[in-house]
């Protein structure tokens, strides 16, 4: 069973989608984390963010992939452990830059796919329901108020150690939120046939509740 998680930053897609995999046992894929990735390679790299047919040459060289971990799974570049480099402000703010070139976009597309064609998986992102896995079982489309996501990142980020003030990350929250809407390849859309869940004023432990009852109904359904 394939179940997409879309919505914009900071909504809680990842939180959620890491617990609801473990619940059921599927796989979780992080398509932000992959993103981040190459955006942090590139940033590392010092190459251009608008050359795209560079930072392509050297994400054909790139290995990005997944390992078990406690508290979270973390993230590897080839060999390099980039869980928490990638959540760094530099990579945070660049991002919707090198997701926007198309090619870049193309490549991770398919390793998603190559990765849930093997897989009962939870994929959270902006573009899995619309673009990556349009016929996935169960679509969620999660949304909360920009002063909420920014307090959910602003307490994240001080348990990493990352001081950015809450004003700065209201500030930046919101010009993602525009960026990424107004993209011109897989823009953050809404999938005609997702269930969108506000989670504002809900816990983890309701969302969570929430989207296993919907599998479990998809799951009679069918």
Known sequence: MQIAIDGPASAG????????????????CDTGAMYRTVTYMALKDQLPLDDETTILQHLSQLQIRFAPGD?????FMNDEDVTLAIREPDVTNNVSQVAALPGVRTELVERQRDIAAKHDIVMDGRDIGTTVLPHAALK??????????ANRRYKENVQKGIKTPL?????EIAERDRKDSQRKVS????ATDA?????????IEEVVAKILA???EKKQAD
């Open 13 to 28: 897609k990842s939180t959620i989608a890491k617990l609801v995999a473990k619940k059921l046992g599927y796989i979780y």
């Open 71 to 75: 508290p979270e799974q973390r993230v």
């Open 140 to 149: 969620i489309f999660m949304v909360a108020s920009v002063s909420e996501r």
């Open 167 to 171: 004003a700065t990350l209201e500030a």
């Open 187 to 190: 823009p953050l859309r809404q």
């Open 195 to 203: 269930i969108r869940i506000d989670t504002t004023s809900m816990t």
């Open 214 to 216: 919907l599998v479990a």
